[in-house]
Structure formats: structure tokens, C-alpha cells
């Protein structure tokens, strides 16, 4: 299994709600990721995990707030988030070594109305 | 900082002709670059990689060279088609234990025409 889940693959949302982003791998990756794309840009790193643990927080708004539960399993939690913040969600895996690429999801696709 | 400089976009080709897509970087040490492509509405795809100077990357007839001399990491097929429409980024990966913090180009659009 060569293959990053993410659901849901579309969400929208009010800026009162509370929802949860999840994305799951079985490749025995020990490192993951969450990135933000808006439109025409390139992703930009929200969080890494390493070995379930938060190894980089890039200044994230405190309304994001990610967890590692196990192994294979991360979750973003998104509350009272802005309309800005809508955007296409990213998560990737990765061993966790150098060299090795990323494996990227296909991305919830978030809009905050 | 660590940063990787592509040419902007869009490029529009008619099938069958070469591509390229420039990228450069900068960097300290000797990081790993890598190509992604994006197809509408889709995340990520590897389409290639380089570790170490002078490693060619190749996959699907694209091909990318790693040049430590010119810095440089560009993006080369032969004949196109219309499938290849898509975004590409260039992307480096320094040195991090433990995980690989991706550094991404701006993007370029490709529009291939029958």
C-alpha cells in the first residue's frame, strides 16, 4: 500500500464550527505532515510529526491544532477558523531518514464561509 | 535561507514538442531535489528525485540533472503530450534529522494543445 488517505475530500464549514481534517497511511512512514495550498501557489508546511511527535510548528494559528494518535494516523482539529483559511489541505508522509520523498494525499478541499 | 527559484509560468506547448523547465536553488550543504507535478484537483505526485551532484533523475521520459556547479535542477522531455498539463514545482529537502522539511518553487504551469 503505496497510498495517503485524506478525508473528508471536501468540507465546508462556518467560522463558529468545529471539524476535524484526518489522514491515514500504511507505509510504515514514522514521519507526516500537514500543508496549506491556496490557489496557484505552492504548499506551504503547516506541521511535522516525527516519530508522533510535533517536530515543527510553522507559527500556525492556535485555531489549527494537529495530533498524531498512532503510527499511521493524523488529524488536524480546525476551530472558529477565518474565511482566509480556506484552501486546499495537504497531508504527506515520508520515512523518516534522509532522502526519501514525500507521498502526498489528495487534499481536503476547505471552505470557511 | 534555503530557497528554489523556478521560471514563471504559464508554458504552452503544442504536443510533441521539448519541454524544459527551468529551476534553481540555493542552498547550504548538499540537499536532495526533487520534481512534483500537481493534475487539477489532485495533491502531489514524485515525479522525480536527485540526491548528490551530477545524479540524473528520470521517470515517465522526463529526465532532471543535479548540477552543485550551476545550481541547478531542470526539468527536460522530449515530446510532450496532453496529459503532461499539469503544475510542476521544484523542490529541495535540506539536511533535517528526522524528517524531510520540503522547500517548494512558486510552480509552473504547463498547457500542452493537441
Known amino acids: 500500500d503505496t497510498e495517503v488517505t485524506q478525508t473528508p475530500k471536501h468540507l465546508v464549514m462556518g467560522m463558529t464550527n468545529k471539524k476535524s481534517l484526518k489522514c491515514e497511511q500504511h507505509?510504515?512512514?514514522?514521519?507526516m505532515y500537514w500543508y496549506k495550498q491556496k490557489a496557484k501557489k505552492p504548499p506551504e508546511l503547516m506541521f511535522v510529526?516525527?516519530?508522533?511527535?510535533?517536530?515543527i510548528n510553522e507559527s500556525v494559528p492556535s485555531r489549527f491544532s494537529p495530533e498524531c494518535p498512532n503510527s499511521s494516523l493524523l488529524n488536524l482539529h480546525l476551530h472558529a477558523l477565518q474565511p482566509e483559511d480556506s484552501a486546499l489541505y495537504l497531508c504527506a508522509s515520508s520515512q523518516a531518514d534522509l532522502d526519501n520523498e514525500q507521498f502526498f494525499g489528495p487534499g481536503t478541499r476547505l471552505t470557511v464561509l | 535561507g534555503d530557497s528554489v527559484t523556478q521560471m514563471e509560468g504559464p508554458v504552452t506547448l503544442s504536443e510533441e514538442a521539448f519541454l524544459t523547465i527551468n529551476c534553481t536553488y540555493t542552498?547550504?550543504?548538499?540537499?536532495?531535489l526533487f520534481w512534483y507535478v500537481q493534475y487539477p484537483g489532485e495533491g502531489l505526485q514524485l515525479l522525480l528525485k536527485a540526491t548528490k551532484a551530477d545524479d540524473k533523475g528520470s521517470n515517465k521520459g522526463f529526465e532532471a540533472t543535479y548540477r552543485k556547479e550551476t545550481t541547478s535542477f531542470h526539468l527536460e522531455k522530449g515530446s510532450v503530450q496532453v496529459s503532461d498539463s499539469a503544475v510542476y514545482f521544484c523542490?529541495?529537502?535540506?539536511?533535517?534529522?528526522?524528517?524531510?522539511?520540503?522547500?517548494f518553487g512558486a510552480g509552473t504551469r504547463l498547457a500542452v494543445h493537441p
Open positions: 542552498a547550504t550543504g548538499y540537499p536532495s
Open positions: 523542490a529541495l529537502s535540506p539536511f533535517s534529522g528526522g524528517y524531510n522539511k520540503l522547500i
Open positions: 507505509m510504515g512512514h514514522r514521519a
Open positions: 510529526y516525527s516519530y508522533e511527535k510535533l517536530s
